[in-house]
């Protein structure tokens, strides 16, 4: 089953009504992610402080001290940049049927809700840079709804991402007029 | 088809340098600020810099605008220096509200504002035209008889019989329940603060002592009491009796305000959809869109149900231009309105029915949510209540008054005890109802609200759980609707158990799935 559950590149799979994870790859992605962005945002105060302890304006005792602060926090952060995308993703589920979506989500909030294809205004399939390295994308699906305007699904297979938006997208003739 | 291009009224450019001016406004404050107050005495001056150009603008203005009927849009067109051609197709049009003020009644005109669900601002801004133009404007974007000879039919629904009138005592009652004036007694002592409109010398120079001697000689002696200045007992009394006098100034002003505001409410059938007229200033006429009501609420506060009385309110939701481009999010926005803002309970039931054949309240069997409930409520408040027991121990104790911290034991209990109550009886009047069409969702113990959205209304459905929730194998399910404001009481039912919350789950999910939204 776990086996299964890895390789979700099949479509017929991924329509069938059965709950499937995301891509797994995603986990990757967002760790690289995270620690990109963990690192970019620590590196700022290490600099600031550096500087202030180069030009003297902060003794030696008190910018070891700082380091060492500073090192814990980045140790933490990077830490749960490391477990989060995982735990995500071990709570992710989506699940899509003939006439709608479900998604079933959140490690300590969590939320299941269900998408029919009949609200569905338009979608949207995404890509950012890390992802399209993994050939991974993101499936956006906008109802008329308020809190639920838009659901995003992240981490699908690029291909999966694109079938699953056709199928949901509606098949009415246009409403524009 | 496609008719002449229609102008604005010609009275239509002092409306227009109104508002441009009302728009300057800080800028004419910064000038005069930065001109150190020299610009306040210069009258001429001010106007030959903001009013007259103004005028000159609004003057072109009114030349240029004009909008006229095609077979499913009004098409506007605007500018000065960049022409704009606005088409808003019919569809989208959900409201036309006309805005009067006595100065528009003066000339016959009004401002009309014809409003998509797309975003705050109006669509279009017709400021201003005749009332026969306004006629024209509501016939063709709202649809009703766009076909010819729909002048009689027009007539005879203007005086058909409302579906509503308030009268003004109904108002004053209004006035009464809500706390609206608080606002303006607000509003008033900081502009008083701000202004320093009351003479400061004239309060200061009283003789408060010899006022206050005075009125204790003429006390009896059973009263003398009062004015003990030993016992503080005046002071309370004094304390109670500003308290009730601002009571009572606070519903003064709420009645003044709901008689300006909503003098005359009636709604009237017209066509499918509703009209809602009111007001004395500004006099409002604006069209709730039956069939795009996605939600409707009945509230009662204490007050309200003293009086046997209740408010509806509804919230109406429009399309988006999904059109406008890539990645334009497709949420709407909300409207909430006042479908009645007092009614008696009785009608009220009636009311919704006779708008939304599909909802009726009456009869409806209510489900209750968990029992169990009320335990995590006041664990919730016990959780709050804590800290504030310490805090209020450490004061006491620290505080140079006789009162021994220990006192503050005293809170847990009965704020428990009362907690305890208040969450039993809230649960137990909180509760949710399955019908063919639609689902209910009542709360509420003081004040209580019920809320019903038809299944083609709910847009996706969802369960949560909270960390707490999953311990205790509860959850909520909650509905989501286009044009849900922040704010108002919607279908979210708290604490159900798991079992029921996707039982409830999974059939407004088929109820849903086999239904067409439409707009």
């Not at chain 1, 995301?22 to 500087?51: C, E, H, M, N, Y």
Request: positive net charge; proline residues 4%; contains cysteine.
């Amino acid at each position: 089953m776990g086996d299964r559950e890895q390789k979700t590149g099949d479509f017929d799979q991924a329509e069938d009504g059965e709950q499937h994870p995301v891509d797994r790859r995603t986990v990757k992605v967002a760790r690289i992610i995270g620690f990109s962005v963990v690192l970019l945002i620590s590196i700022v105060p290490l600099i600031l402080f550096t500087i202030g302890w180069a030009v003297g304006g902060i003794p030696g005792p008190v910018y070891l001290a700082i380091l060492g602060i500073w090192l814990l926090l980045l140790a933490s952060s990077l830490l749960l940049a490391y477990r989060w995308p995982a735990a995500r993703h071990r709570h992710l589920r989506y699940l899509v049927e003939e006439d709608g979506l479900c998604i079933r989500r959140g490690v300590f909030w969590r939320t299941v809700i269900w998408i029919p294809i009949t609200r569905v205004q338009h979608t949207d399939v995404s890509q950012g840079p890390v992802q399209r390295k993994f050939g991974l994308g993101t499936l956006t699906v906008h109802t008329a709804g308020t809190a639920g305007a838009s659901i995003a699904l992240v981490g699908l297979e690029h291909g999966i991402a694109s079938r699953l938006s056709d199928h949901l997208r509606p098949a009415r003739a246009t409403d524009a007029n | 088809m496609q008719t002449e291009a229609r102008r604005l009224h010609r009275w239509s450019w002092p409306f227009i340098a109104a508002d441009t001016i009302r728009a300057l406004i800080l800028p004419i404050v910064g000038a005069v600020f930065a001109s150190g107050g020299v610009l306040l005495s210069r009258l001429d001056l001010l106007s030959v810099l903001f009013v007259v150009p103004a005028c000159v603008y609004a003057f072109i203005r009114q030349r240029v605008y004009n909008y006229r009927f095609t077979e499913n849009e009004l098409v506007v067109r605007d500018g000065l220096l960049t022409r704009n051609v606005r088409h808003v197709s019919y569809e989208r049009i959900h409201n036309v509200a006309l805005v009067r003020n006595p100065i528009h009644r003066m000339l016959g005109v009004a401002t009309a504002r014809v409003e998509t669900a797309a975003g705050g601002k109006p669509e279009a801004l017709l400021r201003v035209i005749s009332l026969e133009a306004a006629e024209e404007l509501r016939r063709y974007t709202l649809g009703e008889e766009r076909t010819a000879a729909s002048t009689d039919s027009a007539e005879t629904t203007g005086e058909a019989t409302p579906t509503l009138q308030v009268p003004d005592r109904e108002l004053v009652r209004l006035g009464l329940i809500s706390n609206r004036g608080f606002l303006v007694v607000a509003a008033v002592l900081g502009a008083a603060s701000q202004g320093q409109w009351w003479d400061q010398d004239w309060f200061t120079e009283q003789d408060w002592p010899g006022i206050f001697a005075n009125v204790q000689a003429r006390t009896p002696g059973w009263a003398s009491w009062l004015f003990d200045s030993q016992t503080g007992v005046s002071k309370v009394f004094l304390g109670l009796g500003v308290l009730l006098l601002l009571l009572v100034v606070i519903r003064v002003f709420s009645m003044a305000w709901y008689l300006v505001r909503y003098r005359g409410f009636t709604l009237h059938q017209q066509g499918e959809d509703l009209r809602a007229d009111y007001g004395l200033w500004p006099a409002v006429s604006s069209v709730i869109p039956a069939h795009r009501i996605q939600l409707v609420t009945i509230s009662a506060s204490l007050l309200h149900r003293w009086f046997r009385r209740a408010s509806i309110d509804v919230e109406t939701a429009g399309a988006t231009d999904s059109d406008s481009g890539l990645g334009a999010a497709s949420g709407t926005a909300s409207t909430r309105q006042w479908l009645a803002p007092i009614i008696e309970i009785e009608r009220a039931h009636e009311l919704v029915r006779k708008m939304l054949p599909e909802v009726d309240l009456d009869g409806l069997e209510w489900k209750p949510i968990e029992a169990r409930a009320a335990r995590r409520i006041v664990n919730r408040i016990a959780i709050a209540v804590t800290p504030i027991t310490l805090a209020i121990a450490a004061l006491f104790a620290l505080a140079p008054i006789p009162v021994s911290g220990w006192h503050a034991l005293w809170l847990p209990p009965v704020v428990l005890t009362t907690a305890w109550m208040a969450a039993r009886q809230w649960v137990r009047r909180t509760g949710y109802s399955l019908s063919e069409c639609a689902i209910y969702f009542r709360s509420g113990w003081i004040g209580r609200q019920v809320t019903a959205v038809r299944f083609v209304n709910i847009q996706t459905v969802s369960m949560n759980q909270s960390p707490f929730d999953h311990r205790k194998r509860m959850a909520s399910v909650a509905v989501d609707t286009a044009g849900a404001g922040s704010t108002g009481h919607r279908i979210q039912i708290p604490f159900l158990n798991v079992e029921v919350a996707e039982d409830i789950l999974s059939r407004l999910y088929e109820e849903t799935r086999r239904t067409e939204f439409r707009w």
